[in-house]
């Protein structure tokens, strides 16, 4: 009886130092887990939805350029704090679909997110988004487009590594089939309420990307903003290259989580069986 008990005791101990060991792994490796499956589901949509977003893009199209042409005339009025106010009335996953456009790329972050042309909590919370106020990102003369995309969402990539992007690289919009490449020549940080940043300068095509900085405390805006040059064949090969290593490399986080458990499954496995062997 005494065997017996020490027996079970002995499970019990190889079992919990087991399933601890698997709970810190566990904790240490979601977000990186999380990231790399959010990523994706994120490509899988867009390949999906590529079809459903050119045909919106297509159907604003001549509203759009008719709307950058009074910006242009009357000049911009963003709202630089759109993230402590979002859109509102446009919370559901169907929204997802009705507002993709397109998609923001930049190739030396490894970032693809999808594009919306609205704001609101759903569409925030699954790319990035056109800032009310500011130009509709079909480019051109005297427009400026701002787009916005959340930083620190612990299961996301959205523009977080944002700070990172360099004077003279670039970012690009694509829209409508359209490839916008946007250079960058300016890097501020600048109060939520400030839009001085944000306005229309004749003649030129720019385009800023705007997220939320430092990260977790998000008093202030990080503005990354870029003047339009020419989508040549050396950058669109640097899209691609950048989004492919970026999916193996998150295919690989997720086959190494499925062999963790795959192993932590047989750790048990064969603690259960070695004790049933002992007499």
């Known amino acids: 009886m005494a065997k017996k008990k020490r027996k079970k005791a002995t499970l019990f101990t190889d079992l919990l130092v087991i399933i601890v060991f698997f709970i810190g792994l566990a904790v240490f ?32 199209e001549k509203a759009q350029k008719e709307f950058n042409k009074r910006l242009a005339e009357t000049g911009m009025r963003p709202n630089a704090d759109v993230f402590r106010q979002p859109g509102k009335g446009i919370q559901d996953v169907s929204a997802l679909k009705k507002h993709l456009i397109g998609a923001v790329t930049i190739p030396k972050l490894k970032v693809n997110v999808p594009l ?11 790319g990035a988004v056109v800032l009310p106020g500011t130009s509709y990102p079909t480019g051109g003369k005297s427009t ?3 787009i916005s995309a959340h930083s620190g969402v612990p299961s996301k990539t959205l523009f977080d590594d944002l700070e990172d992007l360099k004077k ?18 300016q890097i501020k940080v600048i109060e939520p309420d400030d839009t001085s940043s944000l306005k229309i300068e004749a003649g030129r095509d720019l385009a800023t990307l705007m997220t939320c900085t430092p990260v977790g405390i998000n008093s ?6 870029g003047h339009r040059v020419p989508y040549s064949e050396a950058t669109a090969k ?4 950048g989004n492919r290593r970026a999916w193996w490399q998150n295919i690989g986080i997720i086959a190494a989580a499925v062999a963790a458990v795959a192993l932590v499954i047989t750790l048990i496995v064969r603690a259960v069986k070695k004790h049933r062997r002992v007499p």
Do not use: C, M, W
């Open 238 to 241: 640097e899209a691609d290259r």
């Open 220 to 225: 202030h805006r990080l503005l990354v903003t």
């Open 144 to 146: 400026h487009t701002v």
């Open 168 to 185: 003279g690289q670039q970012f690009i919009i694509t829209v409508n089939d359209k490839h916008l490449a946007y250079k960058v020549h």
């Open 116 to 126: 919306y042309d609205t704001v609101s909590d759903t569409l925030l919370a699954s």
């Open 29 to 60: 490796a979601y977000p990186f887990v999380a990231r790399a499956v959010n990523f994706v589901v994120v490509e899988y949509r867009l390949k999906r939805d590529s079809e459903t977003a050119k045909k919106n893009a297509a159907a604003r």
